[in-house]
């Protein structure tokens, strides 16, 4: 499933389930309830192997790469789906490059049929000592952690750096759930009070620094794809509601003002798209993956939620009621400005890279 040709009807099907199981007013209606993530529609993902897109075919898992991932990312953040996938996506991508064969196949087949949704900590994320044999200490704001029931933490061993991953139902493990204003996804504090580590719970990768490289390269791409796709649809969605929409006895889509702004929106999408194109499409191993994958990540994310902040402007007043779809998008976005490198650090981390080039 490697060719152009199976990639494209592979995002085709992506879009027509979720077209069909997750339309605009299911996110509308999700977003004004209070949920941890929606479990039918991850069960159905599950089921059509969405959740094994990277995972090795030995493991149960379709082994694609990161064109693929793009792809599904793209398609979920054009549906506004509140499905802890990336999570599922860097865990896979972690085990890979610095877990064992026991840890692979400890986990990595639970990964592939969704049963395991995983939590992974970001760059920066609170780091724990795990000297010994059981763990203790607390962890801020882990994406998605009261939804997943595996989690991958940051700590350190031995003076080296090191993952531990625990079963979110481990004994003296707890989590406690921080609303976010964007309702697809949570945040929660992780406080681990003598959790036993057993012979699978810790990982040291040879080269620490490679692993980071490699995890931030691949949230990036699934960060800057989730962004298009939600531009894409809020954009979308924005001009099919300007071209009903009446006022001075006109539709809004006729005065040529706000036309110049939905075109300069459409043309700062599809130049973000082509650059979230081309990173995804460079092996891992190429010079340039890493510094293409977080200049897309921060150029895609900054470019829709200025167009998601302007959609709800184009619908009007009602665009800022909860009963219109743009501000769905427009937290989601804001939310994909922020985790895995703000554009700050994101530019400060290029301009080192081509310092160095």
């Not at 993530?37 to 192997?49: H, I, K, N, P, V």
């Not at 719970?201 to 620490?208: F, N, R």
Request: net charge negative; charged share 20%.
């Amino acid at each position: 499933m490697s060719d152009d040709l199976d990639l494209g009807v592979l995002a085709g099907s992506f879009a027509e389930m979720l077209d069909a199981e997750w339309p605009r007013e299911k996110a509308v209606a999700y977003a004004r309830a209070d949920h941890l993530y929606a479990e039918d529609l991850w069960q159905q993902m599950a089921a059509l192997g969405w959740t094994a897109l990277t995972v090795p075919e030995e493991y149960g898992g379709l082994g694609m790469g990161s064109a693929a991932v793009a792809a599904l990312h793209g398609a979920l953040g054009a549906a506004a789906a509140p499905v802890p996938m990336l999570g599922t996506t860097l865990a896979v991508e972690l085990l890979l490059r610095a877990g064992n064969a026991a840890q692979q196949a400890a986990w990595l087949p639970g990964l592939a049929d969704g049963s395991l949704r995983a939590a992974v900590a970001q760059p920066g994320d609170t780091v724990v000592a795990a000297d010994g044999d059981a763990v203790s200490g607390s962890v801020a704001n882990l994406l998605d952690a009261a939804s997943a029931n595996i989690l991958f933490l940051r700590a350190v061993r031995g003076g080296k750096p090191a993952w531990i991953v625990l079963r979110s139902d481990a004994p003296g493990l707890s989590v406690e759930r921080h609303a976010l204003t964007d309702t697809t996804r949570t945040l929660g504090t992780v406080t681990l009070d003598g959790v036993a580590l057993d012979g699978d719970a810790l990982i040291v990768p040879a080269d620490a620094a490679a692993l980071d490289d490699a995890l931030l390269r691949i949230a990036a791409l699934a960060i800057a794809a989730d962004a298009i796709g939600g531009g894409e649809r809020v954009l979308a969605g924005t001009i099919e509601y300007m071209t009903v929409r009446q006022q001075f006895d006109r539709v809004i889509g006729s005065f040529q003002a706000l036309k110049h702004r939905v075109a300069d929106h459409q043309t700062a999408l599809v130049a973000a798209r082509g650059l979230v194109e081309y990173a995804a499409g460079l092996a891992a191993d190429h010079p340039q993956a890493l510094l293409m994958a977080i200049s897309a990540k921060q150029h895609a994310a900054r470019a829709v939620a200025e167009i998601a902040r302007d959609c709800i402007q184009l619908h009007g007043g009602v665009g800022f009621t909860a009963e219109f779809f743009p501000h769905i998008y427009l937290k989601r976005a804001k939310v994909n400005e922020a985790i895995h490198g703000t554009r700050p650090v994101l530019l400060d981390r290029i301009a080192d890279m081509l310092e160095a080039a």
